[in-house]
Structures are given as C-alpha cells and as structure tokens.
C-alpha cells in the first residue's frame, strides 16, 4: 500500500524525455522499498546465519520498449538473512567475540563487472539494448566513484553489520547466573534489558541508515537509472550477507 | 530522440528543471521568466551547443555498433549452441566498444569544465544537465528511426 501511494506521488516528477526510464524509475523505486522491507524482515529473525551469502532479490523488469513495464519479483526461495547496524556503542559485554565478518569488505565498496550485470539485468538491458546499456555505464561508473557521500553510507553500513553480528553472538552466548538467589535474578533481568536494549538503539540506527541509502539512490534514480540501479546492487550485497559463524575458543 | 529536440523544454521539463534546481514557487514568483531566460541562455551558448552535437553522434555510433553486432550475429551465430564465431564476434564488438566509451568518457570530462559557465544560475544549470541526461537516457532505436514530418523533403 505505502509503495503504491509513493509511486503516484512521485510519478509526477518521474515523467522523462522517455517513458522508457520513466517506467524504470518507478521499477526502480519499487525494487528499492522491497530492499528495505526485507531488511526489516531479516532483522525482526534476528537470527545468526551461517549459511553463505546469497543472490541478491535483485527484480527483473520488461524489455525497455515495453510500455507497461511491471516488476517482476524474483521467487528465488531466501533464507534468513542477518542485518547489522552502526557503530553506536563499542562492545560492552565482557567476554565475547567480536571476530565476525572478517571477509574482505573493500570489495563491497565497489561495484564490480558481476554488480554492473546484475545492474544489467535489474534495468532489463538485454542483448538487443547493449548498445544503451554501454553508453549508461561509463557516466554511472565514474559518477559512483566519485560519490562520497554513497561510499561513507556504505562504509557506514558495513560497520553496522559488523556491530550488529556482535551482538546477536553476544546474545547467542550470554551466560547468565542460575538458580533462585536474589543476585542471580537481579543479574539475569539486566541481562535481558541490555540485550533488548542494545538490539533497539542497534534497529534504530540501521532505520535510519537504511532510510539515508533509500533516499539517495531515488535521487540518483531521477537522472541516472544505470548508476541507482548499481547503488542499489551494492546496497543488496551488503545487507544480504550473514554473519560468519564465530570462532571456537 | 532527435537532435533538433535537444533545446525543447515543454511544461513538464519546466516544472521538473524547477524542481532539479530546488527553486520554490513561493520563493521566487518570477521563476517562470527567469527559467525561460536560462534556458535561452543555454540554447544560445555555442560551444554549450557544439558540445551537446558530439555527445550526440558518439551516442549514434554506440546504437551503429549495436546494429552491427546484432547483424553479425543474426547472421553468423547458432541460436541452438554458442560458437568459436560467435564468441570472436563478442570479443570484437567488445573491443569497439571499449573504444567508444573511452570517447565518451573523455567527452564527460570535457562536460563538467563547460558546464560551470552554467553554474552561477541555477536554473541554466539544471537545465543543462537535462539536456545531456535526454541524450544518455536516450533510446537507439528512437535515434535510428527519425520521426515523419509532413514537411520533409525527402518524403515522396
């Protein structure tokens, strides 16, 4: 319902030159609302998962002379997935590990051949369409690198999975007094209101992010589908990752 | 698109250049005149105009080199099994291309310098990047098919 409504309240401002990417930046805004109810649903799991990384639910679109063109949602079964948010408080739970995610994550900064594919594919450039797809990816490559403001929301957005994976294998590990003794209740309910707490302020901030990266990809999207489509690829690729498993000690 | 469409501004390129350069109606009741003065600006601007030309032609030689391989293909591909042919045609279209988008990359370096005589004015600005955005959103099949007009003098 709330991505019907903003898509008429926007639609509007999407009337190009071409109808063709108008279509696309409707498509668009849709596939980037999904993102966010995914993450959503991923984080109300709040789950470690150890399963690797998957495909992004990236959506497939008409071919571009199409002029209804309509989202068509990729069915590929998902598993849980685990979102991670900033840096808001350094770990403060004494005797856990915060060795997750180790992977190398400078490759999540950049969007390489396979994102720029996968951007391809989301846009509906087919081979027929090569032609316009070459063209829109030599401005979209060099106006992503060169956008600061993007790369700090992805740098900060990796920090935040990192934070968050943290906390769940805190959660995950607690140790908690047993028994009936005053102490050990007294122990156990702060315990579950650091955790409840910790995972609160955590979601907020990855709302909050969440929302920054939405809003700046539908800016781009108005001028430039090629390179909100790659933003949105990367976006995908950070928050569909899970956690590592923990190392045993 | 055509090329002699690239100075058009409608009502809903007005209103979308308004919103692009962030000038609110209530702020600046005259906006409508300043954005037609700004647009005539960036019509007038020669080397602003040459400028649009060539992007404009090396988009067409990216829809030509896109006409070919699909010609070279249709022609020499097997739709049921990919081929060494094939696969060399890929490769030779790909190394066109490459050359091509380095063109136009160079091209886009070019762009920012000439647009900064655009800069102080919101509107012309805007206005331009609009401009260069219709070329690049562009459709190669719009710019193959020249539109009829009951004018032209070729028309038998």
């Not at chain 1, 109808?19 to 498509?27: K, P, T, V």
């Not at chain 1, 990816?137 to 403001?149: M, P, Q």
């Amino acid at each position: 319902m709330r991505m019907t409504r903003e898509l008429l309240m926007k639609s509007a401002l999407l009337r190009y030159e071409s109808n063709f990417h108008g279509a696309i930046g409707m498509l668009f805004r849709v596939a980037t609302l999904t993102v966010v109810v995914l993450w959503f649903v991923s984080l109300s799991c709040g789950q470690i998962s150890t399963a690797s990384a998957q495909t992004p639910a990236v959506q497939k679109v008409a071919p571009p002379d199409q002029k209804d063109v309509t989202p068509k949602p990729n069915t590929t079964a998902k598993g849980k997935k685990v979102i991670t948010n900033e840096d808001l408080e350094p770990h403060s739970a004494a005797g856990t590990t915060d060795k997750i995610i180790t992977r190398d994550v400078s490759s999540l900064l950049n969007c390489d051949t396979a994102c720029e594919q996968q951007a391809r594919e989301f846009l509906g450039y087919d081979a027929d369409y090569e032609a316009e797809w070459r063209i829109q990816v030599v401005r979209a490559r060099r106006d992503l690198i060169a956008d600061s403001e993007w790369r700090g929301m992805l740098s900060q957005s990796i920090g935040q999975q990192r934070t968050y994976c943290n906390f769940l294998t805190q959660q995950s590990q607690k140790t908690a007094p047993s028994g009936n003794s005053w102490d050990a209740q007294v122990q156990r309910a702060r315990n579950a209101k650091y955790f409840e707490t910790m995972g609160n302020t955590l979601r907020q901030g990855l709302e909050t992010s969440v929302n920054r990266m939405n809003n700046h990809i539908n800016e781009v999207g108005e001028l430039s589908p090629a390179r909100a489509a790659m933003m949105n690829v990367q976006a995908h690729r950070i928050f569909d990752r899970t956690c590592d498993q923990p190392p045993q000690r | 698109m055509e090329f002699s469409e690239i100075n058009d501004c409608d009502r809903y390129c007005f209103e979308n250049v308004r919103q692009l350069a962030r000038v609110s109606t209530s702020s600046n009741p005259n906006w409508k005149r300043d954005l037609l003065q700004a647009i005539d600006r960036v019509r007038s601007d020669a080397e602003w105009q040459t400028y649009l030309r060539e992007l404009y032609d090396v988009h067409l030689k990216f829809c030509l080199l896109g006409d070919e391989k699909r010609e070279e293909l249709s022609r020499d591909a097997d739709p049921h099994n990919v081929t060494p042919r094939e696969i060399a045609i890929d490769d030779k279209y790909d190394a066109k291309f490459k050359e091509v988008q380095a063109t136009l990359q160079t091209l886009y370096y070019r762009q920012a310098d000439l647009q900064r005589r655009f800069g102080a004015n919101p509107f012309a600005f805007q206005f331009s990047i609009v401009q260069t955005s219709r070329i690049q959103n562009a459709n190669c099949a719009q710019q193959r098919s020249p539109r009829y007009t009951p004018n032209d003098a070729d028309d038998p």
